[in-house]
């Protein structure tokens, strides 16, 4: 995988990534939201389970899954158990990819999820490159079936910190200035060690906006310089706690014209990369704006629009239950 102008490569022919967020596998046990490698007895690791998934994703049509690495099974939780062993975890991981990759898909990991947010900051940095970062990049070096590294999911949605910087660019409050500023700080570190480590690697940062690449102005480095692709999330306002367009002071046009204007923003960058929206749904059943034929249609419009901007793929949010139910025909139809 490699990046040229606005296109990314598979042994130099345009590749389109057509993906899924994988956040566990069909037929997990009650009780287990994500995938935890093993490190959680209660949500034991099923690897027959996950080969089941890829050969299904396989058939609907899906290149790439995108997959969140968690800080303190890889890494984090050495500070709090000297038993902590971060082997099992990896061979997992190690298992996921290989399986994947046996069924055409590439992987995407999200290098440093849950990781705490009152620590993504410089002064921070040093104690998750070595405890995480470097261990994990260090395994996968040089690895194939790899799309790239992701090292963070949505760093400029600060409400975790302050509700009010729910959006890194509240020019309202100026603790939002701030923390956008210690979060690039942190994430240019992140950037040179990635790239120390697993040279040649494409990275990117899962953004929550498409505009945080270029705003707030005049931090400490510009987001679109440490990426070698564009990546954000596009949602609307359904469910009402990942609404984020709605009486919003920069978008607010709705559904597809906001998550076309960041496509075109981002096409018209100075520095031109490849963009992936890495985060597409819309949830469905009872209290949702949308019933199946309405997501199916919506999800044909998110992927034609992304199309029509030059944008290099799409990967769907697992709203639905199951892998049919999200993806349906659209990669295959369309």
Known sequence: MTVAGDQLLVDGHPFEVRGVNYIDYTGAPP????????????????????????????????????????????????????????????????????????????????LLAKFPQDQLHGGQYEAAAALHIRPVVSHLAGRSGLLGWDLFNEPDIGSPMDQRCWDWD??????????????????????????????????????????????????????????????????????????RYAQHWYYGAGFPTDLRRALVELRNLPQQKPIVVTELGFPTGPGTLRNEEELRRDLRIGLATSRAAGAAGVMLWPFQPTLDGLVGDLFIAN
């Not at 800080?71 to 709090?80: D, E, K, L």
């Not at 500023?181 to 040649?200: C, E, K, Q, T, Y």
């Not at 498409?210 to 999330?233: C, E, I, N, Q, T």
Request: hydrophobic residues 40%; charged residues 20%; contains cysteine.
């Open 31 to 110: 009780g287990c939201p994500e995938l935890h490698f093993g490190a959680d007895g209660r949500c034991p690791w099923d690897q027959a389970l996950i080969d089941a998934d890829m050969v299904r994703l396989q058939t609907l049509g899906v290149n790439t899954i995108r997959i969140f690495l968690n800080y303190y099974v890889f890494g984090g939780a050495r500070t709090t158990s000297e038993a902590y062993n971060q082997a099992p975890a990896l061979a997992h991981l190690d298992a996921l990819i290989a399986s994947a990759n046996r069924h055409g898909i590439y992987v995407l990991p999200v």
């Open 170 to 243: 509240n020019g309202d409050f100026s603790l939002c200035r701030e923390l956008a500023w210690h979060r690039v700080v942190f994430l240019a570190r992140m950037s040179a060690d990635v790239r120390a480590f697993d040279p040649g690697r494409p990275i990117t940062i899962g953004m929550g906006f498409g505009k945080s690449y270029f705003r707030p102005a005049g931090l400490y480095a510009s987001p679109a310089d440490l990426v070698d692709f564009y990546s954000f999330h596009y949602y609307d306002n359904d469910p009402y706690d990942s609404g």
